[in-house]
């Protein structure tokens, strides 16, 4: 079984940040690709950025550019999101996912985590 686990979400003022963990399990290290998108109330789900496995970041949603930065830790098959400067329209549900090529953008995902809450306050 493979498992994608989001934690780090919770909420926030405007203007703080979090770190959002993605803990891998299962045929990870086949994956060349792990990254994150969100979805806010009534919207569709939105890619942020991702990551390849030899650490290179793929595009970035002009939303976020500047604010967020993903990171992975292959030998504890987790990837990060650091979110700094989180603005109200931030939040929304992330989620974690992987795929088995060296996608620059959103496409290529086929596994996905449960996601984890992010809620910016005024």
């Known amino acids: 079984q493979v498992q994608l686990v989001e934690s780090g979400g919770g909420l926030v003022q405007a203007g703080g940040s979090l770190r959002l963990s993605c803990a891998a399990s299962?045929?990870?290290?086949?994956?060349?690709?792990m990254g994150w998108f969100r979805q806010a109330p009534g919207k569709e789900r939105e890619f942020i950025t991702g990551?390849?496995?030899?650490?290179?970041?793929?595009t970035i949603a002009d939303s976020v550019k500047g604010r967020f930065t993903i990171s992975r830790d292959n030998a504890k098959n987790t990837v990060y999101l650091q979110m700094n400067g989180l603005k109200p329209e931030d939040t929304g549900v992330y989620y974690c996912?992987?795929?088995?090529?060296?996608?620059?953008?959103?496409?290529?995902?086929?596994?996905w985590g449960q996601g984890t809450q992010v809620t910016v306050s005024s």
């Open positions: 299962g045929r990870t290290f086949s994956w060349s690709t």
């Open positions: 990551i390849n496995w030899s650490g290179v970041s793929t």
């Open positions: 996912a992987a795929g088995p090529g060296a996608t620059s953008g959103p496409a290529g995902y086929v596994y």
